[in-house]
């Protein structure tokens, strides 16, 4: 396998050619510019690469999906979106608090699962008898269709935003501006370099984009950022981000997202509270690590898709079932599995089953796995073989 992400799309491109004519392996290759990200599906064929990745595109891809549901702190997605992993804040005047999972009424948990808590510094994957607390940080997994319903009945507010305000105008800027715009929610970005603010003018002509420095406070409540439901910072500056972020969370309505590119100091991160955060090179990297890890299962089931959850401490997977082995028909309540794994959901005929004890896995199912195990490659790493 050959990963060609360095800072030039061309150089990138011509290493995984020539590391294909000499030696037929996998290729990756990071490419970055507009113009090549829509032809990626042809240069994959032509050029024969195994896989494209584009941090700013999947950043904004991100951003989009955290703007549609303003109340999740994090959204993955398995089975092609059709499933969806949210995490979120529970309120204290939530109707789950105090309640022990098994008690929450059928009603409203039927095809959603809690499949993990955040109390302070804890993790837990909890069974029925685990009782939630405001303040909680939960995730679980739903299909989209279900999503209203539970966080309004729960108390969680989950209204899209209608209006965006973003300061910077990079490159992330630019695919999350063509998402947005597509799907009908308004968009005003502030960028200071003329030259980018009139390429985005060109390219947008129904978006607000106004030449000023969105790092200084009088111009955001002269562009009136008390009136945005959403306000993403996007410059080029960590430090800048943060406390841009940090500043919005006081005066916008719903939503605040922070771009970071550098990986460490998580825990600091962690204790500035900040509300989304979205890591381009973090993401890129989980794109890679997915693909690495589908490519060395066995013929009976491959990894899907991968999250790393939680700095590095959970691992969410979706695994496909391919032809019948020892995993398969055999009732969930009959079947040993190693200690910290949630069977979080069965995907059959792209409906997904929340499992009980009875329920088992056929072929052709989408399997979604919760567990604290890292490096899982197949899905019969989940099973206790002592």
């Known amino acids: 396998m050959v990963i060609a992400v360095t800072q030039s799309d061309e150089v990138n491109l011509l290493t995984c050619v020539i590391a294909k004519q000499k030696q037929d392996c996998c290729t990756i290759a990071r490419v970055r510019n507009p ?15 195994s896989m494209t990745i584009n941090p700013e595109y999947e950043a904004a891809r991100e951003m989009s999906r955290l703007l549609h549901f303003p109340s999740a702190i994090e959204v993955d997605t398995f089975a092609g979106g059709r499933i969806e992993l949210l995490r979120f804040k529970l309120p204290a005047d939530s109707m789950l608090c105090g309640r022990a999972l ?14 993990i808590v955040e109390r302070g510094e804890g993790i837990v994957i909890p069974n029925g008898d685990y009782v939630v607390e405001g303040g909680d940080v939960l995730t679980v997994i739903l299909q989209p269709g279900s999503a ?5 009945t729960i108390g969680v507010r989950t209204n899209r935003v209608d209006n965006v305000m973003i300061v910077g105008g990079g490159e992330i800027t630019y695919y999350l501006a063509q998402i947005l715009q597509n799907s009908g929610i308004e968009v005003k970005i502030i960028e200071k370099n003329e030259q980018r603010c009139e390429l985005l003018s060109e390219q947008f002509p129904e978006i607000t984009v106004d030449c000023a420095d969105g790092t200084d406070e009088v111009i955001l409540r002269e562009e009136r950022l008390d009136k945005m439901d959403a306000f993403i910072s996007c410059t080029g500056i960590d ?21 970071l590119n550098h990986v460490d100091f998580n825990d600091v991160i962690e204790k500035l509270q900040l509300d989304s955060v979205v890591n381009p090179k973090y993401l890129t990297a989980q794109n890679i690590v997915q693909f690495v890890r589908a ?3 066995s013929m009976g089931s491959n990894v899907e898709t991968l999250y790393r959850l939680m700095n590095n401490r959970v691992e969410a997977l979706e695994f496909m079932i391919h032809k019948e082995s020892r995993v398969t028909g055999v009732p969930l309540m009959d079947m040993k599995l190693k200690e910290s794994i949630l069977i979080a959901g069965i995907v059959r005929d792209g409906e997904l ?4 004890g009875q329920d088992s896995f056929q072929v052709g199912d989408a399997v979604i796995i919760i567990t604290t195990h890292l490096g899982f490659d197949d899905i019969y790493d989940i099973l206790d073989e002592r």
């Open 353 to 356: 089953i929340i499992p009980g």
């Open 239 to 259: 430090e800048i981000n943060a406390i841009l972020s940090l500043f919005a969370q006081e005066h916008v309505r719903r939503k605040t997202i922070t771009k």
């Open 148 to 152: 209203d319903y539970f966080f309004q």
């Open 35 to 49: 113009i090549y990200s829509e032809e990626r599906q042809f240069l994959c064929s032509e050029l024969k690469l």
């Open 295 to 297: 490519t060395s299962n």
């Open 102 to 115: 098994k008690d929450i009424p059928a009603k409203i948990s039927k095809s959603v699962l809690i499949c």
